[in-house]
C-alpha cells in the first residue's frame, strides 16, 4: 500500500497529498465530500445535494491508524473515513483518471 508523505488542506479549499512514490494530488472539497464513503453518505441517493453553509469547507483533517484520514466538514460531518488506498483510487488527476 502506497502511503502519503504529506497530507495539507489549502485555503482554496482543496486536499493536497504527497505520495511516498512522489505522485501529488489535488482534491477539491466538493468532490471529497460527494466521495464521502461513510454509510450515511454511500446510501444518501442526493449525496452532496441541498447546499448548505460549510457542506464543502474542510476544517480539520486528522489521521485514522496507519491507514486513513478522518475529515471534519464545517456543517458537523465527521464519520467519514477515506483509507489511503481509497483516496489514491480517487485521484482526480489525468494521469490517475486514465
Not at 488542506?9 to 512522489?22: A, K, N, Q, R
Not at 454511500?42 to 485514522?64: A, C, E, M, N, Y
Not at 489511503?84 to 489525468?94: D, V
Request: aromatic share 10%; with cysteine; hydrophobic share 35%.
Amino acid at each position: 500500500m502506497i502511503k502519503p508523505k504529506a497530507i495539507q488542506p489549502f485555503p482554496s479549499g482543496e486536499l493536497g497529498i504527497i505520495w511516498e512514490d512522489g505522485h501529488e494530488s489535488i482534491c477539491p472539497a466538493e468532490y471529497l465530500r460527494r466521495n464521502c464513503p461513510c454509510a450515511m453518505c454511500t446510501h444518501d441517493l442526493v449525496r452532496g445535494l441541498g447546499i448548505h453553509p460549510g457542506r464543502f469547507k474542510i476544517v480539520r483533517v486528522r489521521q485514522v491508524g496507519n491507514y486513513a484520514i478522518g475529515i471534519q466538514w464545517a456543517d458537523g460531518h465527521d464519520t467519514g473515513i477515506y483509507a489511503y488506498e481509497y483516496l489514491r483510487k480517487i485521484c482526480p488527476c489525468e494521469i490517475c483518471k486514465k
